[in-house]
């Protein structure tokens, strides 16, 4: 078999999770996306150790073994990750990832022409409050 | 233009196999490609779909589908785990995690975010450059299927408990050390919520 | 102690006395007295002894020099000569007189003892440049002055003219001494010293190469310094001064400076005979402008400020017409009764309690209040006029006798044409110098109206000194006009019979010419009540004249001008008097010349940096926020967002790798 055809479905199958996750709103499935993109390095991993394991007569089996390992860590992933989305939708009753925007850079603050008169009008207003 | 020598791998002789040509494909390589085009388009499916649980379902197909492909490829101990751990419980999680955020049934307008056009440029640009060199790196390389399978239990059993026994241990403490963490994650979040909601109530309406 | 120990000391020591006036002045008020006096009365009692040991003989000369300073050497250099010996003895004597009278005049005053130790800094400084033999030290002495005079007429400076006129003085004499550094530096250069001997020395040998540049360079300072037209305009406003700063600035210190430098360098002038016809016009516009317009101002102050703007044009007239001995003899005669005139002045203002002339002509029986004062200006004003015998006469006969001299041709030093611009000046000055002489003194003692406020008594300390002063206003001239040839180059200063003839006839028709117009003008002070000049009249003497230059402006809405119909100057100038009292609105036209051109290059200039210079810079920081408000905007908080754009470079990054690696 030629080893193009594994490798092409690969890197789409890759692509297409890459996409899910920049474009995907909600957080589950960007980490069903996260997935894809995981089980096209796998496919990867396999299909170029079975080529090796051939062509080489290499008998360590890498890419089986850390075929294996990665499943078992995207498993575990999976469970953080969904813990941490239900801790997010528990805390801010919203799953959707561009409403997470803590880190956003707030309103423009005034500038330094406005903020001459502005500032003490502003403590004065508190002062008497 | 030569990517292969560009991408060389160093115990990977060019092994002369030219006479396989793209147009005169075996067996083993049309079913590989069906399987193939029903995989991605499950792909596809799942991240474009509107219909959240339905992402999930036509992620089983995908996953299914790459278990098949590893059993073409003669790893079949690989796709049985496929089959367990991803088929089995990883998409169910994710069901759950579905249901546990109260995700809608049915059609949701807006289940992709404003960023879709900018992730879409990104995804194309990435698939055809990807495409692109490893086709060009890997259109001569042949893959010799016949003789013993490469992923049989049996040889997995030998190289992973011959080889890989150590990480394999590491592993294992990994998987637990994440077992404690989202349970940790979970209790946490749950005490909170129930200690401070005005403060979590305030900041959920931001 | 050798005569040298002596005149170091001369300088020294009022230098001193300043510096603990001002150390001590605070701490320990009642040794301000004593420090403000004694320092310049032993500086007198030293020069006279430095002048008699001198003796007229032989210049002595000392120097030493302190450290190597380049190419040209500057030295502590002495030079004395009778000229210097004699002029010392004057400053010296006129600086005491001023500070025994500023103790009366000024005892009330809280800022007396830095004012004092200032008098005390401007009498050393105008002693170093009179003994100084090296020009930069010269210089030194000469620039303290014009910090001092800035000080010292600025002592009001809660009152805007006076702020105004200390700033005026400072600044027109320094736009006078720029070109003098300028001019102190070639002569140095072209002579190869600067010291003063060496510089004569050069200038008999020929060596001087530019000497009409040097000597017009140099007049500038001297008539920035004192006074002479086109420079002269500070002189009349620094009246808001206090009247014995008056006293000191025009008698002895600071506009003696600059006729003195012309007398010690006139060899150098005398190499150009560009420069003296220059300074022959000069004395002459100065003269007879500044007796036009001493004749038509209210303010007694500023009507003697014009008068010595005069007197020092007849100085520069001599020296126009190469006869030092002649200007520092009218130097000499001149410090004494322009020293009483204005002390005098000082006391005739704080009796009427006004500098108006105008409010005093209403004011009857002002010469019974203050008959010292009475008395000692008449003798100053007779001097001034110089009607013999008094000092005056002898000086001011000996500039017209030495212009005279030169007329006829028989002199290499000066063109003729320059004694005749000389004489011809000096006449029709003569005239006018009468005329209003004789009109401060009936506006100011024949004063018909209301009878005058009784201040009581005026301070011994004040009215002796104009005592003291009085002497050598009436005699000084006669006596001393045989010996002083000796002291000075041996030219004779005897009065001509023909000079003296015309310069007292006609000083005789400027007076009874004034005489006559105030007879008939004086009927019409009754008629027409003029807003006399408050003030409390119980402050001592340098509150009362503070108080008064302060509202002659508000009062009559002109500082030096009163429309007075009773005045005589309305009758003898006719339509000029009004441009006369302004000075023939030489200020406006600086103004309009200077002043308005650079304040308009000064708005240009702002323009400039405000809207042009600050919008690049403002421009240069909105470009960034503009950046920044952009790269803001970048900033959403998505995380797709970002994670797409690092994508998407690390896509770009892969295939730019992928290309330079296969070399494409």
Redesign the interface.
Known sequence: MHLAYPAVLSALLFCTG?YG???RRNAILVLMSVELMLNAVNLNLVAFDVWLSRAAEETLHSGQALTLFTIAIAAAEIGIGLAIVLAVHRNRGTSD??K??????GP?PE?PDAEGPGTPAAEKAEASA | ???A??VHLASAPPVPHAQHGFLSPTGVEIAFLLVGLVTLGAALVTVTTRQLVHAALWLVVALGGLAVEYLLLTAEFIAWVQVLIYVGSVVVLLLFGLMLTKAPIGRSPDAD?G?RW??L??AV??AV?LVW?VVDAFRTTWIDLDGPAAGTTEVTGTFLFRHWVLPFEALSVLLLAALVGAIVLSRKARADADTTPAVHGKEGAR | MTTTTLAVLVPLLPFLGAAAGLLLGRTEPRFVRPLAVLPPLASLVLAALVAARQGGGPAIDAHTELTPTGSVPIELALHIDGFAALVAVLVAFVATCVQIYSTGYLREDPRYPSYAALVSLFTSAMLLVVYSGDLIVLLVGWEVMGICSYFLVGHYWETPEARAASLKAFLVTKLGDVPFLIGLFALATDAGSFRITRVLGAVASGGIDHPTLIALLLLAGVAGKSAQFPLHTWLPDAMAGPTPVSALIHAATMVAAGVYFIARLLPVFEASQAAMTVLAVMAAVTMAGSGLAALAQDDIKRVLAYSTIGQLGYMTGALAVGDRGAAVFHLLSHGAFKALLFLAAGVIIHAAGTNSLAAMSRMHGLRDRIPDAYWTMTVALLALAAIPPFSGFFSKESVLGAAEHVTTGHTEHAPGAAGWIVLVAGLLTALLTAAYATRLWLLAFRGRGTEAPDHGRQPLTMTVVLWVLAVPSLAFGGLAYRSLPGWFDGRDLTPTLLTSILGTGLALVGGLLTYGAWQRTTALAARTPLGAVAAHPEGDAGLVEAEAIATHQPAYGDIAYAPDPADPARLLLGPLRRPAAAGFHLDAVYAALFVRPVQAGASLVRFLDREVVDTYVRAAAAAP?LLG?AV??A???????Y??AL??GT?VL??AV?LV??G?
């Open positions: 890459l996750v920049l474009a990832i561009d997470l925007r803590d880190t956003a850079e423009e500038g | 233009m030569n990517l020598a560009a975010s960023n900018a992730a440029a990104v640009a990435a450059a060199v | 926020r408000a803001r905007r900033q959403t908080g998505n995380v797709q967002t994670v797409s994508l998407a896509v892969a295939v992928l690696a296969t494409a």
